[in-house]
């Protein structure tokens, strides 16, 4: 018996992104931008400095962009992965965890994997905690003169 095609169990593409894709960047995080666990990034010349740094990716899922993926190599021996987004009407449905997988498995080279995220975001530390990371510490005011707490999580692969 064949399954049916639900939303759900419709494969994600993951395409590199360019400043093209800067407008549909900024949509997306403004689908997440009043959330006081997520920091959007809600300028033009943030996402310019993002391309420059690292490697971003949009995620799509039947066509439509349903987040986002940005990580920053730093060495041979570790990556920062600096966003995921997903869009939270997409949210739920396994993408996140689909998304950080394959990347994961990108990164089983290098010794370290880290990133950062809000400590009230239960369920982003859920999946990134279920995936290998740990609470390596806690910065209190992680954005200076913003008073925003966050927790550093990382991987480390032997």
Do not use: C
């Not at 689908?31 to 920091?39: E, G, I, P, Q, R």
């Not at 899922?61 to 966003?83: A, C, L, M």
């Not at 370290?112 to 609470?135: C, I, M, Q, W």
């Amino acid at each position: 018996m064949e399954t049916p095609v639900t939303k759900e169990n419709i494969p994600i593409e993951i395409v590199e992104a360019s400043e093209a894709d800067i407008p549909t960047l900024l949509d997306l995080e403004n689908s997440v931008a009043n959330t006081k666990t997520y920091s959007a990034m809600l300028e033009e010349n943030e996402w310019k400095e993002e391309l420059k740094k690292g490697k971003v990716f949009i995620i799509r899922k039947n066509n439509e962009v349903v987040g986002n993926f940005s990580y920053e190599r730093e060495g041979d021996d570790r990556v920062y992965i600096s966003g995921l987004v997903i869009n939270p009407a997409f949210q739920g449905q396994g993408i996140g965890r689909e998304v950080l997988t394959k990347f994961l498995k990108e990164f089983e080279g290098v010794k370290r994997v880290d990133l950062v995220t809000h400590p009230d975001n239960k369920s982003a530390l859920k999946l990134y905690e279920s995936l290998g990371f740990v609470v390596e510490s806690r910065r209190e005011n992680y954005y200076e003169g913003e008073n925003e707490p966050r927790l550093i999580l990382v991987r480390k692969n032997t």
